[in-house]
């Protein structure tokens, strides 16, 4: 066993373990050659763990599936076009695919693709680091081919593009590029800065939607704003929109937030008004367009302006529990978390902090029944009492059913 052998096996478990031996075992079998690549290679030097494994066939990686599927019991998604296939497997993700080449007909297009060596899939990749692969066929089972150098630059700590044109052929890659020198805290070799720098225009070419994918790649980040830090020095960031910044107190916000939620994750929705926070509307409507935000994302940020304006009005510390409640509940809940976090308002703070933790909770003991059955007619009405209840609740009118009863038995006396 050589030491890459011992490094998978350690690294997964193993049932796992042993469907990479019976993939290869099938692949000798079909006059196939198995490799495990990308992401999963570098991780087994860095000693980190992850739910997916590429493989790479140079051969049909559908057969493959398909042997493999029947010989696990388990289901898998052809994509008969680029003969690749999607397995699932005790909670991990095996996407096998066939070795192939690309091309690039104009810069940020997608690539044109043709089958290919295990050499050609290689040269395709980002980084030397992501460009390393492990044999999985049984004769040389744990192998590492490493044509790139890709080992070399995980032990520099650099990240290297594999040819000059890389960034102009696919600009998302810059932003890869600052994704992975922040996680594992390495840096960019000096050409391939000297690339990103001469490139980074080709961020123009990018779809909203591969952009869009980027960031949310970041924002997925165990400390997104690292990535977003350095995206912003380089001049990277404003090319999701000019006046988008990353300042040293928004990276303070990214950690308050972790402290929120912990042991959670904060929500990418979080993470991704509290970038924005201080845009303008019309400056936010361009970002959404620009990075085709879903619906629901595009209001929280809206919102997130909306409420900014607003916070002058939270700014009081004698405000009445349900005005506090009234101002915020058409918000979204990220929404008035990103503004609590950001806001230098002590009292409109205190205030949304309030709200978030107790105040949106709070609701009425009596329910419509209740209320018909002291006497309130259908209709309208009961909806507007208990309104008023929930309000005589936040506000401690009310803290009993029985409080709430003679409430309404008072307000039926009056009308
Ligand atoms: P992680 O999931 O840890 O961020 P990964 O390396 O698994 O890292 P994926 O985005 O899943 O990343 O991509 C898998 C592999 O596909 C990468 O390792 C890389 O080799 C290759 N790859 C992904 N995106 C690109 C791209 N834009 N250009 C070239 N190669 C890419």
């Not at 469907?19 to 099938?26: Q, S, T």
């Not at 497997?89 to 997608?110: C, K, M, V």
């Not at 720098?197 to 939607?209: E, F, M, T, W």
Request: charged share 25%.
């Amino acid at each position: 066993m050589d030491n890459l052998t011992r490094k998978l096996k350690g690294s997964l478990p193993s049932t796992i373990f042993d469907i990479l031996i019976e993939a290869g075992e099938l692949c000798d079998r079909n006059g196939f050659k198995l490799f495990m690549v990308g992401g999963r290679v570098r991780d087994l030097f860095l000693g980190r763990a992850g739910m997916d494994i590429d493989l790479v066939v140079e051969g049909n990686a559908l057969v493959l599936a398909e042997e493999l599927a029947k010989l696990r019991g388990a289901s898998f998604t052809p994509h008969h076009r680029f003969k690749t296939a999607a397995l699932e497997t005790e909670g991990y993700n095996l996407d096998i695919a066939t070795a192939r080449r690309e091309s690039y007909p104009h810069p940020g297009a997608l690539p044109v693709i043709e089958l290919g060596s295990l050499d050609d899939d290689l040269k395709r990749r980002d980084f030397s680091i992501n460009a390393m692969a492990v044999s999985l066929n049984n004769h040389d089972f744990g192998r590492l081919i490493d044509p790139l150098k890709g080992r070399l630059d995980l032990n520099h700590g650099l990240i290297r593009i594999l040819h000059p044109g890389s960034f102009k052929d696919d600009a998302t890659r810059i932003f890869r590029a600052v994704r992975y020198e922040q996680r594992f805290g390495f840096s960019m070799e000096a050409e391939t800065m000297n690339a990103l720098v001469r490139h980074k225009n080709y961020l123009a070419s990018i779809s909203p939607d591969r952009l869009r994918y980027e960031v949310e790649c970041i924002l997925n980040e165990k400390y997104p704003e690292k990535a977003l830090k350095r995206a912003g020095s380089l001049s990277v960031l404003s090319h999701l929109h000019p006046s988008l910044q990353f300042s040293a107190r928004k990276s303070s916000w990214f950690k308050q937030a972790r402290e929120m939620f912990y042991p959670q994750r904060p929500p990418a929705d979080l993470y991704l008004a509290l970038a924005c926070y201080g845009l303008r509307q019309s400056e936010s409507s361009l970002l959404e367009k620009r990075l085709n935000l879903p619906g629901a994302t595009s209001r929280i940020l809206a919102d997130a302006v909306a409420l900014q304006q607003k916070i002058k009005e939270l700014s009081d510390n004698c405000l009445e529990s349900s005005e506090i409640y009234n101002r915020l509940i058409n918000y979204d809940p990220v929404t008035v978390t990103a503004c609590m976090i950001a806001s230098d308002q002590p009292a409109a703070k205190k205030n949304m902090d309030c709200f978030l933790r107790i105040l949106r909770y709070v609701k009425p003991a009596l329910s419509g029944d209740d209320l018909k059955n002291l006497g309130v007619p259908h209709g309208p009405q009961i909806g507007q009492m208990l309104d008023r209840l929930k309000s005589a609740r936040l506000d401690g009118h009310a803290v009993t059913r029985q409080d709430e009863a003679n409430l309404v038995k008072n307000w039926l006396g009056k009308s």
